[in-house]
């Protein structure tokens, strides 16, 4: 990073976050907001993890989201340069963690969670010395393997300490998988996997009329009108274009899943109706994933699609229903 770039990272991080995560980024200086300069959290953490930490924040944790499309002062460019100057301050190298669930015994991790974790993350998940890893925002939208990377190597410089040497890999993977289980509440007894809608579920609504709302710059609906459409039950088909794991984690209820890598996209489109159904497309980046697909949708003749302008990541902050497994929950957190 240049000098001039690296002054004004260094400005913003005074100026919006060192209130809690402290002028040196060692963390705890209010409301028990973690430490932005462990290696660990760097290593796992960078650039995704901490990139949607910021730009949406975690709903229900004092930690907000500073990106401007769901209100917050840090357009794109700067969310970047932040993230990339935090990286710059510990000076590590970064870590491709797979996107695959971890599997292992929920009810041996139940027992680890409450020997070993509970102490400092409630007994609910719901947080006290170390964040609330029980929040249903963060779990959603956090992989396996950032969770487990956490508990294998714990994070330098701060109390939450590294489990490799005191748990066996089956309690590790367990507890892992026990977090998990808790994404829509910590209530739930079992995590369901969910298979894909058939084809003639596609259409959600289909006797009903088709939805009324703006398209933004010809190509894009907000996420108060898709909720609004939603809740109208109007007739459309929404389909989510991030990898599978990721609609498993959480998803918009009624979505299909059709990753902006399938490779043939015409065997994908010959199941899409043609009679003018609205299809709305959705990816977490906030756009990139989607926006192929909307491309290659429009290419073949599809005249009314839409992208979901904040994302499923912006759709989340601003507290609008994910499905999980089998059950809903409304983003009203506690
Ligand atoms: C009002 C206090 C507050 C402010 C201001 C704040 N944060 Fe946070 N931040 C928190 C808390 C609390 C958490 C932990 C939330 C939880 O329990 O999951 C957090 C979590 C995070 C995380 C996730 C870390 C992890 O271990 O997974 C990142 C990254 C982060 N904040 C970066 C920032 C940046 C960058 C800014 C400034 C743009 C900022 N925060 C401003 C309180 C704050
Ligand atoms: C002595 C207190 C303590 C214990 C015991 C503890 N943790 Fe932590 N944990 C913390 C703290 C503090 C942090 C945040 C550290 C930081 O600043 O990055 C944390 C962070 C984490 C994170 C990362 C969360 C995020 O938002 O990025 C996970 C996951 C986690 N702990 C899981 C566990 C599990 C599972 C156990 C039990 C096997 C456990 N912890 C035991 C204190 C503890």
């Known amino acids: 990073m240049g000098e001039e770039e690296t002054a004004a990272a260094a400005a913003d991080y005074q100026k919006?976050?060192?209130?809690?995560?402290?002028?040196?980024?060692?963390?705890?200086?209010?409301?028990?907001a973690p430490s932005l300069r462990s290696e660990s959290l760097m290593r796992s953490g960078y650039p995704t993890h901490i990139l949607h930490a910021v730009a949406y924040g975690r709903r229900g944790?004092?930690?907000?989201?500073y990106f401007d499309e769901i209100g917050g002062p840090l357009n794109r460019a700067d969310l970047y340069r932040l993230i990339r100057w935090l990286k710059e301050q510990v000076g590590v190298d970064f870590i491709d963690l797979p996107l695959e669930p971890v599997s292992g015994d929920v009810e041996l991790g139940r027992e680890v969670y409450e020997i070993h974790c509970a102490v400092c993350h409630g007994d609910n998940g719901e947080g006290d010395v170390g964040p609330a890893i029980g929040n249903p925002a963060m779990l959603a939208l956090t992989t396996d393997a950032f969770l487990k990377?956490?508990?294998?190597?714990g994070r330098d410089g701060t109390q939450m300490p590294s489990f490799s040497d005191t748990l066996t890999v089956d309690e590790i993977n367990g507890v892992t998988a026990f977090l998990r289980s808790r994404s829509s509440g910590w209530a739930v007894e079992k995590p369901i996997l969910r298979s894909p809608p058939p084809v003639d579920e596609y259409v959600l609504n289909p006797n009903s009329p088709p939805p009324e709302?703006?398209?933004?710059?010809?190509?894009?609906?907000?996420?108060?009108?898709?909720?609004?459409i939603l809740r109208e039950e109007r007739r459309l088909v929404l389909l989510d274009t991030r990898v599978p794991s990721m609609w498993q984690m959480a998803n918009i209820e009624g979505s299909v899943p059709i990753p902006y890598y399938t490779g043939n996209f015409d065997g994908v489109a010959k199941d899409l109706p043609r009679d003018g159904t609205w299809i709305v497309i959705y990816c977490e980046c906030p756009r990139a994933a989607a926006e192929s697909v909307n491309f290659k949708l429009r290419e073949r003749g599809f005249k009314n699609t839409a992208v979901l302008w904040e994302g499923i990541q912006g759709w989340v902050a601003l507290g609008y229903p994910v499905s999980v497994g089998e059950s809903l929950w409304s983003g009203s957190l506690p």
């Open 16 to 32: 919006y976050c060192s209130l809690c995560h402290g002028a040196d980024r060692e963390g705890y200086a209010n409301d028990e």
């Open 213 to 228: 709302f703006e398209l933004k710059d010809g190509a894009y609906i907000l996420s108060e009108d898709l909720d609004r």
């Open 149 to 153: 990377y956490a508990i294998e190597h």
């Open 61 to 65: 944790t004092p930690m907000g989201g």
